[in-house]
């Protein structure tokens, strides 16, 4: 987590950690900042993303809920929405961004329903309306999140792969997923030696 002095330090770091400040990092911060303040004084929770579109990136700049600690969930709902959830228990507090309440703001309405822009001006009125709106534009509501979410998964035992030799959950068997074809790459293909350029 990053300690901000301001909304403008924070879209600065944004623009450094996220590639740029986007309107749903701007939008982001204050739904992450209402959460927490929702939450009251504690350390023990974990965050669930219901996008992954610009709202992880937000709650690992301003808690300390990440990826790589595992107290970061992203489950791709298709909804700018976020819960922060005490952990053990379950018991958190969910905001989202609510449509009904931007009917006096309407860029990010329509950003919000992902209508293109017209040109860079409606950007700049976008991002107006969203420091001016705040968290106007935001609802929340108590939520107790599943058992799922709440176990912790303890280190699965590893074997080498019989193909690859690299390490991986003994659970999915003597192949490793890359190596029983679900891989996100190309096979390399066999190098071709053209005639007379072998060495001797």
Request: net charge neutral.
């Amino acid at each position: 987590m990053i300690p901000f002095t301001s909304f403008d330090d924070f879209m600065d770091t944004a623009r450094s950690f996220h590639g740029a400040a986007t309107p749903g990092m701007m939008l982001a911060a204050f739904m992450t900042e209402l959460a927490l303040h929702s939450m009251g004084r504690t350390k023990h929770f974990h965050a669930l993303c219901e996008t992954d579109r610009d709202l992880p990136d937000a709650v690992q700049l301003l808690t300390p809920c990440t990826a790589g600690n595992g107290r970061l969930h992203v489950l791709d709902l298709g909804r700018f929405a976020l819960t922060l959830f005490r952990t053990p228990g379950g018991k958190g507090v969910r905001v989202y961004l609510d449509l009904a309440k931007t009917a006096g703001w309407p860029h990010i309405r329509r950003w919000a329903l992902q209508e293109p822009m017209a040109d860079e001006r409606s950007l700049v009125r976008l991002e107006r309306e969203i420091r001016k709106a705040g968290i106007a534009v935001l609802s929340t509501a108590s939520v107790q999140v599943r058992d799922a979410f709440l176990r912790e998964t303890p280190p699965a035992p590893m074997i080498a792969c019989i193909s690859c030799g690299e390490p991986h959950p003994a659970h999915m068997g003597a192949l490793c997923p890359a190596c029983a074809g679900h891989s996100p790459y190309e096979p390399k293909l066999p190098a071709v030696i053209a005639p007379g350029s072998e060495f001797i």
